[in-house]
Every structure is written in C-alpha cells, then in structure tokens.
C-alpha cells in the first residue's frame, strides 16, 4: 500500500463481488484488490469468475483472487458459498452487489417493442428483478446478518443514475422506426431496480447502524464501452462534462466507500455522472 493513507488499506480484509465478470464488476474487484483486499470474484457461473481473475491478474499478478459460481437470486446458493468461505476462515468484510441484468435497448420494427411498458413482458420483470433486487436483499441477508453479528463490515450497493433520475427515452429513439408504438425504450425494470437499491441502502443502514455495519451505494453515469456513436452523442449532450465516463473512474470512490475513509458515511448514495443529474 505505499503512498496510499492507512485509512484506505484494506489489507487484511475480504471482500465479495457479485456480478463480478462484467465491464464494471472486474473494475469494482481491482479497485479492491489495489487497496489490498483479499476478493472473493463471484458470478453465475465459475467460468465467468475465472475469466475476470485472468484479465484482473494481468496487472495485479500478486493479488488474492478467490472465484466463486453464485447465483444470488438462489438463497442455497447464497448460503453455499458463505459456507465455503467460513470452512476455509475467510469472513467476508465487503460486500459489493453489483450483480444486474442491463437490457440492452434494439429495434425490431413492426410489432409493439417488447420493452414499451404496455408490452413488457411479466417475466423479464420478474427475473430481472430478483437478480438486480432480491439478489442484493439475499446476499446482504447472509453476508451482512454475518457481519452484523461479528460488530463490523461494509455492504456497498451499485445503484445507477438512474436510480436517481428517470431514463430518457429520446436516448433510445431510432429514427427508421416511424411508429411510436415500434420505438423501444429503456425497460422499466432497470430504473425500478436501481431505486430499491436505493432504499435498501437506507434500509440496511439504519437496521445496522447499531451493529457496527456500515450501507451505502453509489449510482454511476453511463460508461463508454463502444456504444453507437450517435447515442453516445445524444447522452453526452445531457451531460454537463461533456463525456461518458471511462471504465475506470469509478475505482477511488469504491475504494473510498469500502474503507475506513468514509467511516462516519452510512446510508448514502454517491452520485458519479458527470453532472447528469444536476442539469
């Protein structure tokens, strides 16, 4: 940890992410990794996992990595994993829930766009609900119950700025599609999911405060992963710093959050957008 203050070293210390083989799950994982935490990389399915610690100790080749398949919408699934961990003494200090489904918006013109809510579809709700909510409810259940009862811990949910504000749907618009019934939008499931985390920050936090476990969630602004040039055009007009941001920007603040730096901060929801929302 040199040149880094105490305050941020998370050495000695375990952490789990869920989601963990996405754009932004990998950069959460180094983010600890880099402040010295022991990161339990955790997906659906091991290979996944595995596939995010091989990219991740490309630059971090030292770095305790450990590779989980959790399924967070399976409460056994939840509970196995927290069982191997505590058969091999590693408590886990941080929880991250990151894991999500992020539906990603395309046009299939002449029938009504199935993301429209007049058509969305029960269980696409549904299954993206219980991963991107119940999901983060049962791993703060076993993870955080544990802490909680251990007097200490770090539970930091990935929330969006649109759990802040609304989707604007003009971002999605396609020209070629004339009929407004055709148009597709962002699904309401996203924007619903990331406001309950949201409130089950609020929740948690408050439920805890007493035992030592610190809630809180940060909501990120879009970042640019090669998107279609003209969204990318149309997002960063609303956006006040002109720019999506970079995969990587969101590393200090993760790492601000999961330490001992933000240690009187608890029940919070760190806006990163770039001024999105403000505007």
């Known amino acids: 940890m040199t040149g880094v203050p105490s305050r941020y070293d998370l050495t000695g210390r375990s952490a789990l992410v869920t989601g963990a083989g996405g754009l932004l799950g990998r950069q ?24 995010a610690i091989s990219t991740i100790r490309e630059s971090s080749p030292s770095s305790e990595l450990i590779a989980a398949a959790l399924d967070v919408t399976s409460l056994d699934s939840v509970r196995a994993v927290a069982d191997d961990l505590a058969s091999r003494s590693i408590p886990i200090d941080i929880l991250v829930n990151n894991a999500a489904i ?11 766009h199935s993301s429209r809510f007049e058509a969305f579809p029960v269980p696409q709700w549904q299954t993206e609900i219980a991963v991107g909510l119940t999901g ?3 791993c703060a259940q076993v993870f955080g119950s544990a802490m909680a009862s251990r007097g200490h811990g770090v539970i ?11 989707p604007d749907q003009r971002l999605y618009r396609q020209p070629q599609v004339t009929r407004e019934e055709e148009q597709p939008v962002k699904p309401v499931t996203y924007s619903v999911i990331k406001h309950g985390l949201v409130g089950l920050t609020k929740y948690l936090a408050t439920y805890w405060a007493d035992k030592g ?10 970042v640019f992963n090669n998107q279609d040039p003209a969204f990318v055009e149309r997002l960063t007009r609303l956006i006040p710093m002109g720019r999506m941001a970079d995969a990587d920007e969101y590393r200090a603040a993760i790492q601000f ?3 001992d730096a933000s240690r009187y901060m ?10 999105r929302s403000v505007w």
Do not use: F, Y
């Open 28 to 51: 959460h994982v180094a983010a600890l990794v880099e402040a010295g935490a022991r990161v339990v990389v955790s997906d659906i399915g091991l290979k996944q996992a595995e596939a």
């Open 102 to 112: 992020d539906p990603k918006v395309t046009s299939a013109p002449g029938v009504m």
């Open 136 to 138: 983060a409810m049962l």
């Open 156 to 166: 930091l949910n990935i929330a969006s700025d649109l759990g802040v504000i609304a």
């Open 213 to 222: 476990v610190r809630v809180n969630a940060i909501s990120p602004g879009g």
């Open 257 to 259: 959050l999961c330490s």
């Open 266 to 275: 608890t029940g919070q929801n760190m806006v990163l957008d770039g001024g």
